[in-house]
């Protein structure tokens, strides 16, 4: 038998724990351990299959994929209490994944490699109840998180502050003046 270097079985070591975590403890690991989170109400693979359909919907090159998978995660909690929504989120996911396996010879949305080809599946679903639902909640989901703010460049509530007049209501550094 050839040798093993211990570079190849940690690696082949690694990937098999966070593959058997994914399954056994409902825990969803996203690419090179960057994010995770708990599934308890819903299939592991419905969470992980909602933050990049959250990206898709919502794309912002400069995010990390741990901001889309916050931003999903309370739908786990809020399953657990709400069958409907339970019923809409692992129904929609399969959606996703019967257009994925149907179109582009995929067995999940998560295997297109493609973000045009993804984008394509969102639109044809982007009338259903599932995917409104998602990207109505996204709005909130994401831009209501004070970390992505400095991102946007939006410096927060100014009330508390006199009012935007006198913080920046006239700082318009980013228009271009040529």
């Known amino acids: 038998t050839p040798p093993v270097s211990r570079r190849t079985f940690l690696a082949a070591s690694g990937a098999s724990a966070v593959g058997i975590a994914a399954v056994s403890g409902g825990m969803v690991v ?9 599934a308890t109400n819903l ?3 419905t969470m992980e299959t909602l933050v990049p359909m959250a990206r898709d919907v919502n794309p912002h090159d400069r995010l990390a994929d741990r901001f889309y998978a916050a931003a999903v995660a309370p739908y786990d909690e809020a399953a657990g209490a709400d069958a409907g929504l339970k019923s ?3 129904d929609g996911v399969a ?7 149907g179109r582009y010879d995929r067995a999940r949305y998560v ?5 045009l080809d993804r984008v394509a599946i969102l639109r044809d679903m982007q009338s259903t109840p599932f995917f409104q639902k ?3 909640d996204l709005i909130t989901g994401l831009y209501n998180n004070k970390e992505l703010w400095p991102k946007f460049g939006y410096e927060g509530s100014s009330a508390e502050y006199g009012g935007y007049i006198d913080r920046g209501f006239d700082d318009i550094d980013w228009l271009d003046q040529a």
Do not use: F, S
């Open 30 to 38: 996203g690419a090179e351990g960057a994010w995770a989170i708990t």
């Open 43 to 45: 299939k592991p693979e």
């Open 88 to 90: 809409l989120l692992e």
């Open 95 to 101: 959606a996703l994944d019967d257009t994925a396996a």
């Open 111 to 115: 295997e297109v490699n493609g973000e």
């Open 134 to 136: 998602v990207r109505g």
